[in-house]
């Protein structure tokens, strides 16, 4: 029996959540085209029956401009310290010069599999060059080539990762998928719909704080407060009549209910909270770090 950490590295947009959601066959993290869209560090347990992964998802790497940014850089360095093997994702038609600064300034002390992800968006030959470009580097153990959102290269990509794994019981219950509460996920899916309909900089002023979760006969009751900065941003997330606050519960409910496989009664509402990303009170509050 082989268990271990397994947590994925990369910068936004390189495809890390759709990675895990794959591979889990289960929608754990939230997707968008947007970038930092991952604020913290999910953790997936895979168990079969000769290894157990617990994968991490973690934000994209960047530069911290706010405490908010502090706090998920903190879930990254987290991630370092705990691993027993790294993935680093890169997008084949990204940068692969910036990829290996960022890759090196890890510091990793772990083996690591380099994972080239969207290859169906790119020609043999780019994905070709692109191992070979990555498998000359030192925190390069292995090279595997997928393409996360299409499923194609899935057969041989977890085979290297569990022969990394040290040997050893497993961490967790085999029925049990992930560490974090349910809350934490119905709070990510009602994020991800404000970042599908909302434009410019809203998603990423954003956050979500459930209030209430009622479990009753016939269904769960659900209250959340979406946060914003300012006013102006409260008035586009309600709408004219209340029409894209009505939008966002709609298309939320609908993914609640499938994740929870019970009917979901959700209520929101819009608050404003000025400069939350930069309060540590608020971001306590909010479930960003301690």
């Given at each position: ?19 895990l ?15 930092q869209?991952?604020?913290h ?13 617990i ?22 360095k987290?991630?370092l ?47 070709a ?5 990555f498998?000359?580097?030192p925190?390069?153990?292995?090279v ?21 794994l ?56 659900i ?68």
């Amino acid at each position: 029996m082989r268990s271990g950490f397994v947590n994925i590295f990369g910068k936004p947009n390189a495809g890390k959540s759709t990675l895990l959601n794959a591979l889990m066959g289960e929608k754990l993290a939230i997707v968008s085209p947007k970038v930092q869209t991952t604020r913290h560090r999910i953790k997936a347990i895979l168990t079969e029956p000769d290894y157990q992964i617990i994968f991490s998802d973690t934000p994209g790497i960047i530069e911290p401009k706010y405490k908010l940014h502090e706090k998920m850089m903190q879930s990254v360095k987290s991630a370092l310290e705990d691993a027993d093997v790294g993935l680093l994702i890169v997008d084949v038609n990204d940068d692969w010069e910036e990829n290996d600064r960022i890759f090196s300034g890890l510091r990793l002390r772990v083996p690591c599999v380099l994972v080239i992800n969207k290859t169906d968006n790119a020609t043999a030959e780019k994905v070709a060059a692109c191992a070979a470009y990555f498998k000359e580097k030192p925190y390069c153990r292995q090279v595997v080539a997928i393409s996360a959102l299409k499923g194609a290269g899935f057969d041989a990509f977890l085979k290297p990762v569990v022969e990394l794994l040290p040997e050893g019981a497993p961490f967790y219950d085999s029925d049990d998928i992930s560490d974090l509460p349910t809350k934490f996920f119905v709070g990510e899916l009602i994020r991800e719909k404000v970042y599908e309909l909302a434009q410019d900089e809203i998603p990423y002023h954003t956050a979500v704080l459930i209030r209430e979760f009622k479990e009753k006969q016939t269904l769960i009751k659900i209250v959340a407060d979406i946060i914003v900065h300012r006013e102006t941003q409260k008035a586009i997330l309600i709408g004219e009549k209340g029409s894209m606050v009505k939008k966002i519960g709609m298309m939320a409910r609908k993914d609640i209910e499938a994740f929870l496989n019970q009917k979901v009664f959700l209520e929101l509402f819009i608050k404003v909270k000025p400069k939350w990303r930069d309060n540590d009170l608020y971001l306590k509050e909010y479930g960003y770090g301690t």
